[in-house]
RNA sequence: GCACCCGUAGCUCAGCUGGAUAGAGCGCUGCCCUCCGAAGGCAGAGGCCAGGGGUUCGAAUCCCUUCGGGUGCGCCA
């Protein structure tokens, strides 16, 4: 239950029944009402926009229609004060029991409050990270990872059936590279002297790979041809990177529901089926592209090719789906996991790709809407770099000099929580610093640190009440008199819990867990404010001297606090720390 | 040349998908621990929301345009 709706859903009967007596005329559109808390907090509770959006299509002044509406909806008990201010917003004041009984549903319904019906009935498949499973995944994944990771936690809890899914990209010549690789470590392992050429990765993590391979199949592939060990070392070295990846994962506290293989598209007539998907609807054709304006790359020549008129839906460009030797772009492959991720019946698909893969969106979304005839929406999430820094100075890295940065170098410096959070403290589509030495910082100016805190002193003072003798259980603290909890600096913090549940919509919504992130931090302020209140002000502090059934009923607050941080922390990930000492 | 993303306080960034006087942290100035965790809090100063048009009751938010930055642009994924 969503506070803001229950409100609304009042107001709209109270408009309602406006229309029935005739204060307004019947039928008005009111999808535009909405009840939002005020900018300032000095304004109300919430405020509602009915009589400016209705103003026009009722024909009446918004002052009026507002006034109106105000007598009404002052009959309900829920309302304290409905006001009318500036160009004719309605400013509604509730009940302080109403704020108590919140409390009493947080309490209650824990880490399921905040739960919306938003998604309900929705199967949404996300797929992210699909690093190519030639290595170690490096710190551009890992921001990859933690947002698909926190989205899907987001949609989860906004209702929808959510699939996380890992695309492996084993079908394309990187992975060749890969086996060549792994070859000449293989070699190495037999007492070899070997030079790693331009176009394999000398990567010290094959080392063990080769040496493994030696220990499984001894010497059968020296001295041999590439036809003859190329395919059974690529199968051998992309399961050990998968190995590895599905390690690095799990450091991140990141779980796949399914893994999907490019490599299983090809030979198996999938591909044809797709394109033929798209051939039946006249989206196929032999042609020649125009080649770009501006800078002609050096080898251009115009050729004839197999093209996928993605112009049709929306693209500024045909593409090509197949190259000059005959074999498939990357394209295709594309194509066709995309339309078995459509015939497996989600009603949503999400990728998430780096930025420098922003060219390729508008191609995707004309393949997706053309083969789901416009029914499966496909959201692109293009995730910004990450600026690595360590007191301010740029940390180098050089794939050659082998000094990039993996995961789990991040994970193993600063841990998967702070690692988790900090990424998460940016919109995906704005690039992020992480400063090794900042992110570990215990201070305000670090919000992993100051949310954690937050949840910390909240568990001390249950653990200070529960040794006065209060019953710290939820069940307990739900089932007494709160009306204790009335001082304004305490409903505030209220109004801050009532938020939560909407917060979690309008992540789902948009896609932006940095959302919830800033919330909680917000929230966190709010309660760090009203126990540095206690200070001047002993009747707001959370334990009440010599006063058991006082304190447990003050406890209640600080209890839901914590209890919502939790439900946050899940979403982004986060354990929440019971102590910091 | 074209497409996509971005431009908000000195710095790093939010801004509830069109609402009221644009917010937070850092930094700067001044305060608050005989008192539940000061790893915190309070107060002050700081803005042409890159510029210009438009849409309407109302724009940082939507549309057009200019400028500035990033990413990409047929046989790499």
């Known amino acids: 239950m969503n506070l803001f709706d229950d409100i609304r859903s009042t107001v709209l009967d109270a408009l309602d029944a406006m229309g029935r007596d005739g204060a307004l005329p019947p039928g008005l559109d009111v999808s535009a009402v909405t009840v939002e808390p005020p900018r300032d907090a000095a304004h109300g509770d919430m405020a509602t926009n009915a009589a400016m959006v209705l103003a026009k299509p009722a024909g009446k002044k918004p002052r009026e229609i507002a006034e109106a509406l105000a007598i009404r909806l002052s009959d309900d008990p829920r309302i304290d004060t409905a006001e009318v201010a500036g160009p004719g917003f309605l400013n509604l004041r509730l009940a302080p029991a109403v704020w108590q009984g919140l409390v009493v549903q947080i309490l209650s319904e824990g880490a399921e409050y905040g739960r919306s019906a938003l998604g309900k009935g929705k199967r949404v498949n996300i797929e992210f990270v699909s690093a190519n499973p030639t290595g170690p995944m490096h710190v551009g994944h890992t921001r990859g990872a933690v947002f698909g990771d926190a989205l899907a936690n987001v949609l989860s809890l906004a209702g929808y059936e959510v699939t996380r899914e890992y695309y492996i990209n084993d079908g394309g010549a990187q992975v060749d590279v890969l086996a060549r690789s792994v070859y000449l470590r293989y070699l190495e392992a037999h007492g070899h002297d070997v030079a790693f050429a331009d176009g394999t990765y000398p990567g010290d993590y094959l080392i063990d790979v080769g040496q493994a391979l030696r220990d499984l199949v001894g010497d059968a592939y020296v001295d041999q041809p590439e036809d003859v060990w190329l395919a059974p070392v690529r199968e051998f070295a992309t399961d050990a990177m998968l190995t590895l990846i599905r390690a690095d994962l799990a450091a991140l506290g990141v779980r796949m529901d399914s893994f999907f293989s490019e490599k299983s598209l090809y030979g198996t007539g999938r591909i044809e089926a797709a394109l033929d998907a798209l051939r039946s609807k006249g989206l196929l054709y032999e042609g020649v592209l125009e080649p770009p304006k501006g800078k002609l790359p050096d080898d251009w020549e115009e050729r004839e090719q197999t093209l996928f008129r993605s112009t049709a839906h929306g693209d500024d460009l045909d593409r090509p789906v197949m190259k000059s030797d005959g074999s498939w772009t990357y394209f295709a492959p594309d194509i066709?996991?995309?339309?078995?991720?459509?015939?497996?019946?989600?009603?949503?698909?999400?990728?998430?790709?780096?930025a420098d893969h922003g060219g390729y969106v508008k191609r995707?979304?004309?393949?997706?809407?053309?083969?789901?005839?416009?029914?499966?929406?496909?959201?692109?999430?293009?995730?910004?770099l990450v600026k690595l820094t360590r007191g301010g100075e740029p940390v180098k890295m050089s794939k050659r000099a082998g000094t990039f940065v993996t995961l789990r170098d991040v994970v193993d410096q600063v841990g998967p929580d702070v690692t988790r959070f900090v990424m998460l403290t940016r919109k995906n589509d704005a690039p992020l610093d992480f400063d090794f030495d900042k992110v570990l910082e215990q201070s305000k100016e670090n919000p992993v640190f100051y949310v954690q805190y937050a949840h910390a002193r909240v568990c001390s003072v249950l653990r200070k009440a529960a040794d006065m003798g209060v019953d710290v259980a939820d069940a307990a603290l739900a089932g007494q008199d709160l009306a204790a909890i009335c001082h304004p600096a305490e409903l505030s913090v209220i109004r801050k819990l009532a938020e939560w549940p909407r917060t979690v919509e309008i992540a789902a919504q948009t896609g932006e867990p940095h959302r919830i992130a800033f919330y909680l931090y917000d929230l966190a302020s709010d309660l760090h404010a009203?126990?540095?209140?206690?200070?001047?002000?002993?009747?707001?502090?959370?334990?009440?001297?010599?006063?058991?059934?006082?304190?447990?009923?003050?406890?209640?607050?600080?209890?839901?606090?914590?209890?919502?941080?939790?439900?946050?922390?899940?979403?982004?990930?986060?354990?929440?720390?019971?102590?910091?000492?």
């Open 336 to 354: 066709a996991y995309h339309y078995d991720k459509i015939t497996r019946g989600f009603d949503l698909l999400i990728d998430v790709l780096g």
């Open 364 to 384: 995707m979304k004309a393949a997706v809407a053309a083969l789901s005839d416009g029914r499966v929406p496909l959201e692109v999430k293009l995730m910004q």
């Open 530 to 581: 009203l126990w540095n209140r206690g200070n001047d002000q002993t009747e707001l502090r959370f334990l009440q001297e010599d006063d058991v059934s006082r304190t447990a009923a003050k406890i209640a607050l600080p209890r839901a606090v914590a209890v919502v941080i939790s439900a946050g922390l899940a979403i982004l990930g986060v354990t929440p720390m019971e102590e910091m000492r």
